[in-house]
């Protein structure tokens, strides 16, 4: 029990000896200190102790208080927690979640020094020998006393309208600004502004009630209009607006004037030259608006388009045309509206269009400006075969045009070269034709044929003629003439000349017989070809001279006879002689057998003339040996070079999927017939042997040995307890068991933990939480458990029931009385465990008994109820009444001056305790609830 607490109950004792009729004095001050001196605690659960049985770690608010605490307090050489932690590494009061200012700090010496690091709570040194009062920053997790404070303030003692305010024994609830009424429901109230209308914009929030305090207006004027007073009202705490509402005026625009020579009319829908006003202009005929006809007075007080003008309306400037001239009359000004301008050519040339031109109202010529055109000649083409040049001094083929006229080669000009055009239209001579030249007549050369063109004439320029003769002769000359400009042809005329083949020779080991008809070796001459016995053309027979001056086949030759080319016989050799070239006429071959083969057939082949040998060619045969067989489970693969299973021939045996080879892999066939070692055979790869399975069991076959290939086994567990592993195991080739090796492990059940407020004891025969575990459930000291005692866990891994609750142990419920309120903090339900009450009383009345009673683990509150009973001045009236004279006199006197020196005392510590709570305050008004949960609306 603090410090506090003790004296409080002394005051108590002392005043129920003195008279029952004084507990009116006794005040229970609104701010209290209280430790917990049984435990030491880490700084958490020395704020959960605070928190549960009080309000929360004291919150140091100035020196005096520092003073008070040190002087109150017992020395403990761990010293107290308060109500400061590093929070984001910023020293912050937890009570008020508000940051320590450099104003209020009171740290010792080289303090915080975080040593030893994460030191982010705070001790104060009470009574120390030095620096008492003094802070220091220490790692949480040391065990230290807790320092706390209870105030009267609750969270449920003032709504979110008022302030908690702190009073003697008690507290009051004030109403913000604003709100009034007994619980301040009532809220004050501005003039409703739901009449504003027009281009005026009223945009309001109304937080706590239409147009009520802190109703917030916002205005604004629609566009083209002026806001005239605040952009902003707001409903004060009286009931009044800040300010009058504002109003919205049109925008000006500045008055139009009226343009020269035109007019304007306007509409005004706000006033005379205001927003939205519009005004169009108009010209008088011949004139034209300069500008926007148009404009509208905007939202920002200007025009959309400057004033127009009125200017007059031009026609396009004209000049005189080319070989003519131009007379113009201008009322108003050049080329201008009511204009006239007259036009006229020269001799020799004709006007093409208006001879008059008006500008008129619209500012457009009445038509096209005329042009002055020269006199128009027929137009002229150039000759055939000729071509001209003509000089236009106007235009094409105009008065004074001229054309000269020529012919192309190989033509002459008939008619004149010059022709004029005259002013009358028309050409001083006509046009002249050309005539091509002639060439002299040409004839078909002989043995041969002519064929001419002639596009302008027989033999005349351009005429072609193509010579050619006759098959068997050939053209001396030029094949081609042409006639050329000059009346010649380009080359004297061509003659036609027998053909001619090159001369021939009997081939050798051959004959040859010719005919010459026309001349030796000439067009149409032929030769015949033969060879000697033993040897055969190779080539035509015969050969004729062509028209091509060729022959019609080369000269033949007389190659030897040739018999089919022989090769040593495997495993054998050959011996051969060719008089006339390899394996040809005469050619002979003799033949052997190597070791380990026999020769079949002749010894000695000879080529004949008819291109055959005598026999046919020998071959070797290997030795033989015996057949081999593949063994079983296995087979075998063989090379037979020669013949199967002869000399040369080995045989490589390998056995199937597991087994392995007993004997040599590979063997060979020799020379003399027989193999080099007995054949193989295969035996099944064995496997390790298997053990029993623990609380299981295995089936197993074996169809090629005891656990060897292929042998496998099923394996299952006992009930309660499942197979980790493989199911299932087989032999593999390579000797290992394919599978993990199971084993049976007892069957899981879920982890189980302690309820809470409870604790949890278990035993494991095969695990963890396995099959066969059992735990027993217990609860703490003023818990009392739900559920099962003792769960186990089953064959299917499930728990025997669901695991119990601890409930914290109810007392009786306590019922507030009449004149009597009661404030309970309940951690584990209402009037269940560790719950703490406390009483007071209304104004009038006095506490009789404690302030403060706590359910008890035995659920029993730790006091009796108290009593609200009203105060005792009355009865201390009527007993001064009835005791009369002096001596009751003086002992009233005695007696109310010892209590008033009592009292006197009393408040005097209580004056001290309020000043702690005075206008120096480091983290908040006096007086007012700052706990950070709970902190009043501003």
């Known amino acids: 029990m603090g410090v ?10 002392l005043f129920a000896i003195i008279s029952w009729g004084f507990l009116f004095l006794v005040d229970v001050h609104a701010w209290t200190y209280h430790y917990g001196d049984k435990s030491q605690l880490t700084w958490e659960k020395a704020r959960t102790f605070c928190q549960t049985s009080f309000t929360d770690l004291v919150a140091i608010q100035n020196k005096k208080e520092i003073e008070y605490l040190n002087a109150v307090l017992p020395y403990h050489p761990n010293y107290y ?7 984001n590494n910023t020293w912050t009061w937890v009570g008020t979640g508000k ?40 790692r949480c997790t040391k065990m230290k006393r807790a320092l706390c404070y209870q105030a009267s303030c609750h969270p449920s003692s003032c709504n979110e309208r008022s302030e908690c305010v702190e009073t003697i024994g008690n507290y009051t609830c004030q109403c913000y600004p604003g709100f009034f009424g007994p619980q301040c429901e009532h809220v004050a109230k501005c003039r409703d502004l739901d009449a504003v209308h027009g281009p005026l914009v009223l945009n309001c929030t109304h937080p706590l009630g239409k147009f009520s305090y802190r109703s917030n207006c916002g205005f604004s ?40 020579h035109g007019n304007f009319s306007c509409s005004h829908i706000h006033g005379e030259f205001q927003y939205q006003s519009s005004c169009k202009f108009t010209c008088a005929e011949g004139f034209q608006i300069s500008g926007a006809d148009t404009t509208v007075c905007e939202e920002s007080g200007q025009w959309s388009s400057l004033e127009p003008t009125c200017q007059v309306r031009e026609c396009q400037r004209i000049e005189s045309p080319a070989r003519g001239t131009i007379n113009c009359i201008n009322p108003i000004g050049d080329f201008a509206y009511n204009s006239t301008c007259y036009f006229s050519c020269e001799p020799g040339f004709e006007l093409l269009g208006s001879k008059t031109l008006s500008c008129n109202a619209s500012g457009q010529w009445t038509s096209s400006t005329p042009v002055c055109h020269a006199v128009q000649c027929q137009r002229l083409l150039a000759p055939a075969h000729g071509n001209s040049t003509c000089f236009h001094l106007h235009g094409e083929f105009q008065y004074q045009s001229n054309c000269t006229f020529h012919c192309t080669d190989g033509f002459l000009l008939i008619g004149e070269e010059v022709t004029q055009c005259t002013s009358q239209g028309e ?23 002519l064929n001419c063109s002639h596009p302008y004439g027989n033999f005349a320029y351009t005429s072609s003629c193509a010579f050619s003769c006759r098959k068997g002769f050939v053209q001396v000359g ?16 061509p003659f036609c000349e027998a053909m001619q083949c090159q001369g021939l020779r009997s081939p050798k080991e051959g004959r040859m017989i010719c005919s010459h008809p026309v001349g030796e070796f000439a067009y149409q001459s032929s030769c015949e070809f033969a060879c000697e016995p033993g040897f055969a053309l190779v080539g035509a027979k015969a050969t004729h001279c062509l028209a091509t001056g060729n022959w019609s086949a080369p000269l033949p030759t007389c190659q030897v006879i040739e018999c089919s080319k022989l090769d040593a016989p495997k495993n054998g050799g050959i011996n051969c002689s060719h008089p006339y070239g390899d394996f040809a006429y005469s050619s002979s071959c003799a033949f052997v057998c190597h070791q380990g083969f026999v020769q079949v057939g002749a010894e000695q082949l000879h080529c004949t003339s008819l291109g055959l040998w005598t026999e046919r060619p020998p071959f070797c045969k290997a030795a033989r040996c015996p057949a081999l067989h593949k063994p079983d489970n296995g087979h075998y693969s063989c090379f037979h070079p020669h013949a199967s299973f002869a000399y040369g021939s080995s045989c490589n045996f390998s056995c199937n999927v597991g087994f392995q080879l007993l004997g040599l892999e590979l063997l060979e066939c020799s020379a003399l017939g027989n193999w080099t070692e007995q054949p193989p055979h295969c035996k099944a790869v064995q496997c390790p042997g298997l053990e029993i399975l623990d609380n299981g ?18 394996f299952s567990c006992n009930s309660g307890f499942e197979l980790a592993g493989s199911e299932k195991l087989k032999c593999t080739e390579q000797g290992n068991w394919k599978g993990e090796i199971p084993t049976c492990e007892a069957a899981q059940c879920l982890t189980l933990r302690a309820p809470a407020n409870g604790q949890l004891n278990c035993s494991h025969p095969f695990g963890t939480f396995r099959y066969n575990s059992s735990c027993m459930f217990s609860c703490d000291t003023g818990f009392v458990r739900v559920g099962a005692e003792m769960l186990n866990c089953t064959a299917r891994g499930e728990w025997s029931g669901l695991a119990p609750s601890c409930e914290a142990i109810k007392c009786s419920q306590l019922q507030n009385m009449e004149s009597m309120q009661i404030d309970c903090f309940n951690p584990w339900g209402s009037f269940s465990y560790k719950s703490a009450c406390h009483f007071r009383c209304a104004e009038g009345y006095i506490l009789n008994g404690t302030n403060r009673a706590e359910c008890q683990p035995n659920g029993q509150w730790s006091e009796d109820m108290p009593v609200c009973q009203a105060t005792a001045a009355p009865y201390f009236k009527q007993v001064l009444l009835y005791t009369g004279g002096a001596a009751a006199s003086i002992i009233a006197l005695v007696f109310f001056g010892g209590l008033i020196a009592l009292a006197i005392k009393r408040f005097s510590k209580r004056e001290e305790r309020r000043k702690l709570l005075s206008n120096t305050s480091d983290i908040g008004t006096p007086g007012v609830f700052l706990n950070a949960a709970f902190d009043s609306v501003s």
């Not at 506090?4 to 004792?13: A, G, H, K, Q």
């Not at 927690?81 to 929070?87: D, L, N, V």
């Not at 030029?478 to 400009?485: D, K, M, R, S």
Request: net charge neutral; aromatic share 10%.
């Open 81 to 87: 927690w308060i109500g400061i932690r590093k929070i």
């Open 221 to 260: 004027c629609d566009y083209g209009f002026e806001l005239s007073g605040p952009a902003t009202l707001q409903c004060l705490p009286f009931g009044n607006w800040t300010a009058e509402t504002p109003q919205c005026t049109a925008v000006q625009c500045k008055p139009l004037n009226f343009p020269t």
């Open 4 to 13: 506090t607490s003790r004296r409080f109950r002394d005051c108590i004792l």
């Open 99 to 138: 940051i320590l200012t450099k104003e209020a700090e009171n740290w010792a010496v080289k303090e915080p020094n975080n040593k030893g690091m994460n030191q982010d709570c705070v001790e104060i040194y009470i009574k120390r020998n030095k620096e008492a009062g003094k802070w220091n920053d220490e």
């Open 697 to 714: 069991k295995a089936n197993c076959s074996h169809p090629h040995g005891l656990f060897a290939y292929s042998s496998s086994c099923i």
């Open 478 to 493: 030029a094949e081609q003439l042409q006639c050329t400009a000059l009346g010649t042809w380009t080359e004297k005329a």
């Open 427 to 449: 050409w001083t001579a006509p046009v002249p034709f050309c005539q091509a030249i002639d060439c002299p007549k040409l004839d078909a050369p002989r043995n041969g044929e």
